[in-house]
């Protein structure tokens, strides 16, 4: 939600100018076909089927197929074997009752009565884990059945990326749709432009959640005491196939909190909202045998969340998007780097030291560029800098906007 609301503040403001009086209305629709509300339910099954929209149980004997396959092509070191599965969970995908059909009823659903597409930033070339690439697909081809206009805004890979894997020919059949009109990266510029082909020529701009500050509103002016320390759920990494379990983040994070008791800070644990987070945070208020009152309450919409980060003097985070937020509020943080793109980020930014490799996941040295961080502040001229590349890659596609809404 940091990037919708970021990415809503860009093109009301935008548009606003260009037409003053303009009528605007966002329509948000979920990449995964979920329902607007969603239930916290530990089973991974019952929680499908009461989440995601028209799920259902009849699909059960497809489903544990598609699973299967799944963990069988995560497993298999062969690029054609790997291949191979993919080409029959995109089958499975085609005729199972809880896979296309379901999520294009989804999208007629959502999409009904729309003008225009805007698909917003975040890791969507991804097909390894989060499996985007069929709904890309099927909004490419609803927009094309109704004649409508898609655009990208600063896009990002996530994940595993080879133009050779079955996954990326769906991924570039959904950008390279003639319904895409225009495409942006945040980074990985070169896979972002081999999936939108040569009709595009992508810009490396920005991730509008750098407009974040503006589009809650928030007030930096308060009182800051606190180190944050982002956690992230114990399983979190094996999707991307990166070996680091719960036991090493719970170890990793009891550390880093210990080491910022021996230096003098008051510090408190936090999450971006997912139980898989608070879940980890209990474990490790566990090992360090700290009250409950050392983990903040899990928010509960995406300006809690603001609000908690905008509180603190500096933060220690597994999230790009709350470092992200943290360097809008002025609040310098480092990221704990198990991706690339968090690399890439950062060094875009202008502070690649910020960004900590698994390799240097070591407590002291953490702090340590904490520290640094939090002495350094944050340059104003490169937030300035972030946001005008964020406002681009709005502006390139407005005009777009009004001459359909004309």
């Not at 109704?146 to 079955?166: P, Q, S, T, W």
């Not at 996954?167 to 972002?192: E, F, H, M, W």
């Not at 081999?194 to 589009?215: I, Y």
Request: aromatic share 10%; charged share 30%.
């Amino acid at each position: 939600m940091f990037i919708a609301r970021s990415l809503e503040y860009l093109i009301s403001d935008g548009l606003q100018k260009a037409d003053p009086g303009i009528e605007i209305e966002y329509v948000e629709v979920d990449l995964l076909g979920r329902n607007d509300t969603i239930f916290e339910i530990d089973d991974a099954r019952e929680r499908r089927l009461r989440n995601y929209h028209q799920y259902s149980e009849k699909g059960q004997l497809t489903e544990k197929a598609f699973l299967y396959l799944q963990r069988k092509g995560r497993e298999a070191k062969s690029k054609s074997v790997q291949n191979l599965i993919s080409r029959a969970r995109h089958l499975i995908w085609k005729l199972g009752r809880n896979y296309r059909k379901r999520l294009a009823s989804y999208f007629d659903l959502k999409l009904e009565g729309v003008d225009y597409i805007v698909i917003d930033g975040a890791g969507l070339l991804e097909y390894s884990y989060n499996e985007y690439h069929w709904s890309l697909l099927l909004i490419s081809e609803y927009a094309e059945r109704h004649n409508l206009e898609v655009v990208y805004n600063a896009i990002g890979r996530a994940g595993a990326f080879d133009e050779r894997d079955f996954g990326s020919t769906i991924l570039k059949r959904a950008l390279q749709s003639p319904a895409v009109t225009y495409v942006s990266a945040r980074d990985n510029l070169d896979a972002v432009q081999a999936c939108a082909g040569p009709g595009h020529k992508v810009k490396l701009l920005a991730d509008s959640a750098f407009w974040m500050k503006e589009a809650y509103a928030i007030d930096t002016g308060v009182e800051r005491k606190k180190i944050g320390i982002g956690l992230i759920r114990g399983n979190s990494l094996q999707g991307y196939g990166v070996s680091f379990d719960a036991k090493q983040w719970v170890t990793l994070f009891a550390g880093i909190a210990t080491t910022l008791r021996e230096r003098g800070y008051d510090f408190e644990f936090f999450t971006n909202g997912l139980p898989g987070d608070v879940k980890l945070g209990k474990r490790v208020l566990k090992r360090l045998k700290l009250p409950d009152s050392y983990l903040v309450d899990r928010p509960v919409d995406d300006t809690v969340l603001c609000e908690t980060i905008n509180g603190y003097e500096a933060i220690i985070t597994c999230r790009m998007h709350s470092s992200i937020a943290a360097f809008t509020m002025d609040v310098p943080s480092v990221i704990l780097s198990w991706n690339d793109k968090v690399e890439k980020l950062m060094t875009i930014i202008g502070y690649p030291e910020r960004a900590i490799q698994q390799k240097d996941f070591r407590p002291d040295l953490i702090v340590d560029r904490m520290e640094k961080a939090k002495s350094e502040g944050i340059d104003p001229e490169l937030l300035s800098a972030m946001k005008d590349k964020a406002q681009e890659s709005v502006t390139d596609y407005l005009d777009r906007i009004l001459n359909v809404r004309n």
